[in-house]
């Protein structure tokens, strides 16, 4: 597993889609995370043991919402 995984602030996500086919190892799905009641589907990271924490989405968003947090006790 990777030492980072990205946290989506999903307040300010326009659930676009873009990281989602950003990343090469198709570790992101579109998802429903209950958020708002307009109910889309937002990015979730649906396979951690993949990610390598490339950071690929977290650059790829056009608004900058994500965030590659440091995952605490793996080298
Ligand atoms: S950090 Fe890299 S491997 Fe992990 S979800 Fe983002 S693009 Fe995919
Ligand atoms: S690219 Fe950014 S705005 Fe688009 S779904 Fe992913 S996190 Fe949300």
Redesign the pocket.
């Known amino acids: 597993m990777a030492n980072k995984i990205p946290v989506?602030?999903y307040s300010?996500?326009?659930?676009?889609?873009?990281?989602?086919t950003?990343c090469p190892f198709s570790c992101?799905e579109?998802s429903k995370v209950g958020i708002d009641r307009y109910n889309k589907v937002?990015?979730v990271l649906a396979s951690p043991g993949t990610c390598t924490g490339c950071g690929i989405?977290a650059k790829?968003?056009?608004?900058?919402?994500?965030t590659m947090q440091v995952l605490a006790g793996v080298p």
């Not at 326009?14 to 990281?19: P, Q, T």
């Not at 790829?60 to 994500?66: K, L, Q, S, T, Y």
């Open positions: 989506v602030e300010l996500c326009a659930a676009c889609g873009v990281c989602v950003a992101l579109l937002y990015p989405c790829a968003c056009p608004v900058e919402v994500i």
